[in-house]
């Protein structure tokens, strides 16, 4: 099957510092990928759309400038959280389309942020 | 009210018996829905999709009521590895609008 990967798979962080994380589509291209965020017992929360070569489409209450998006390439979407606190702590997940797919999404490993 | 409301479990089944998990939807023009797993700490992998016409999968069947809005999930004869998180998802109400909305997930420890 299709394979996403994510980079750092865990970072921990001081609070005031950004944090990139990478989410790559290994075996296909793909124009939509998505950012969730989960905290601990709690559901995955849409954050954001990431459009290849446009801007990336925020869900309400989701801050634009502080989860800064960049889907640069076919197989490449960054989230950096900027200005990271603790309550930014949690878990990031992206998932990503292949090309011309409205069904299928294949989620990334995951990124644990912790801030300090 | 939430999109899509799970209950939470925990459920603790016995090897082997059969269990059952529901969900409901609020949004009556969505158009996909799916089962997830998740394990602790991992990301969520697809089960299944859930067809109008019911379908089934080796152990697991998956049921959907477009009329009352509600998506039903059967393990028969469970087994140790089943113990996951399970999370009913639900795409968008226009087609080509890939947004998956995620219940909270219902949580199975299957034990020996």
């Known amino acids: 099957g299709a394979v996403v990967s994510q980079h750092p798979s865990w970072v921990i962080c001081k609070s005031g510092t950004s944090v990139k994380i990478e989410c790559r589509s290994l075996?296909?291209?793909?124009?939509?990928m998505f950012w969730y965020r989960q905290f601990p017992k709690q559901s995955l929360m849409l954050m954001a759309t990431?459009?290849?070569?446009?801007?990336?489409?925020?869900e309400q209450g989701v801050e634009k400038d502080k989860f800064l998006i960049n889907h640069a390439s076919l197989t490449l979407s960054t989230l950096t959280v900027t200005s990271a606190h603790p309550e930014d702590s949690s878990f990031y997940i992206c998932?990503?389309?292949?090309?011309?797919?409205?069904?299928?999404?294949?989620f990334g490993p995951g990124t644990r942020l912790t801030v300090l | 009210r939430k999109e899509v409301e799970q209950d939470p479990g925990p459920f603790n089944v016995p090897e082997g018996a059969t269990v059952a998990f529901n969900c409901t939807y609020s949004?009556?023009?969505?158009?996909?829905f799916f089962w997830y797993r998740q394990d602790c700490r991992k990301e969520p992998k697809l089960l299944m999709s859930v067809y109008s016409s019911g379908n089934e999968d080796g152990r697991f069947t998956a049921q959907l009521n477009r009329a009352s809005q509600y998506i039903s999930l059967l393990i028969r004869d469970s087994k140790l590895s089943d113990s996951a998180t399970y999370l009913c998802v639900v795409n968008g109400e226009n087609f080509g609008n890939e947004k998956l909305t995620f219940g909270t997930g219902t949580r199975l420890t299957i034990i020996p």
């Open positions: 949004n009556s023009a969505s158009q996909s």
């Open positions: 998932s990503a389309n292949p090309w011309r797919s409205t069904d299928t999404q294949y």
């Open positions: 075996d296909f291209q793909a124009t939509t």
């Open positions: 990431s459009n290849e070569g446009s801007k990336a489409t925020y």
